[in-house]
C-alpha cells in the first residue's frame, strides 16, 4: 500500500506500506503522522509530485564523466549526476535495463534500483519545521510495516547536524 500525506511546511510524502491489515496501517500511519507535524492526504493529492524513474550508481573512478555521460545518454538515460563520491544515472524506467546494459560493457555498476520515486520540485525547510519532519521521517523509518518514505524537502547540512546533535 503506499499512503500520501503532508509533512511540515507542505512536503509531499508518499510511504510505502507492506501489511496484513489495512486497517491497522491507516490508523498507525495516520497517529505517526499526527504525532509529528504530518497529516493524510487522500490517494492522488501528493502522488503528482512525484514521477518512477530508475536509478543506478556507479563509483567515480569507474569511469570519467564525458565517458559516462555519451555511453548512458546514447542508451536512453536522461540525467548524469554527481554526488562527490559517485555519479547517479537517472532513467525512465523502460530505459533502465538498456542504461545498465551498456554500463555493463564499459564498467560495474555498484547499485541498480528498478525504480523509485522522485520528486518534481523541493519545499524548503528550516528551523522548526525542518526539525518535525527529521523526526516525522525518522518515526515513519522505524515503523515495522514501512518500506519506504519518499519526501520532496530539503534542509540545509548544518540543520541536520544541528538536529541529530539535539538527539
Same mark, same amino acid.
Given at each position: 500500500?503506499?499512503?500520501? *500525506?503532508? *509533512?511540515?511546511?507542505?512536503?509531499?510524502?508518499?510511504?510505502?506500506?507492506?501489511?496484513?491489515? &489495512?486497517?491497522?496501517? %491507516?490508523?498507525?500511519? &495516520?497517529?505517526?503522522? *499526527? =504525532?509529528?507535524?504530518?497529516?493524510?492526504?487522500?490517494?492522488?493529492?501528493?502522488?503528482?509530485?512525484?514521477? &518512477?524513474?530508475g536509478e543506478i550508481s556507479i563509483p567515480k573512478e569507474a569511469a570519467s564523466e564525458d565517458k559516462l555521460l555519451d555511453l548512458v545518454l546514447e542508451a536512453?538515460?536522461?540525467?548524469?549526476?554527481?554526488?562527490?563520491?559517485?555519479?547517479?544515472?537517472?532513467?525512465?524506467?523502460? #530505459?533502465?535495463?538498456?542504461? =545498465?546494459?551498456?554500463?555493463? =560493457? #564499459? %564498467?560495474?555498476? &555498484?547499485?541498480?534500483?528498478?525504480?523509485?520515486?522522485?520528486?518534481?520540485?523541493? %519545499?524548503?525547510?528550516?528551523?522548526?519545521?525542518a526539525q518535525q519532519m527529521l523526526r516525522l521521517v525518522e518515526a515513519l523509518e522505524e515503523h515495522d510495516d514501512v518500506q519506504h518514505v519518499y519526501a520532496?524537502?530539503?534542509?540545509?547540512?548544518?540543520?541536520?547536524?544541528?538536529?541529530?546533535?539535539?538527539?
Open positions: 500500500m503506499t499512503f500520501e *500525506g503532508y *509533512g511540515p511546511g507542505g512536503v509531499g510524502m508518499l510511504i510505502q506500506v507492506v501489511t496484513t491489515n &489495512r486497517n491497522r496501517a %491507516v490508523g498507525e500511519m &495516520r497517529h505517526l503522522m *499526527g =504525532k509529528n507535524g504530518g497529516n493524510m492526504a487522500e490517494a492522488g493529492a501528493v502522488g503528482w509530485m512525484f514521477s &518512477r524513474k536512453g538515460a536522461e540525467d548524469l549526476k554527481d554526488d562527490g563520491s559517485a555519479w547517479y544515472i537517472v532513467t525512465p524506467p523502460d #530505459a533502465l535495463e538498456a542504461v =545498465k546494459e551498456a554500463l555493463s =560493457k #564499459a %564498467v560495474s555498476p &555498484r547499485r541498480a534500483l528498478n525504480s523509485e520515486w522522485f520528486h518534481k520540485n523541493y %519545499v524548503k525547510l528550516t528551523g522548526t519545521q520532496n524537502f530539503d534542509i540545509d547540512e548544518s540543520e541536520i547536524q544541528a538536529a541529530v546533535g539535539a538527539n
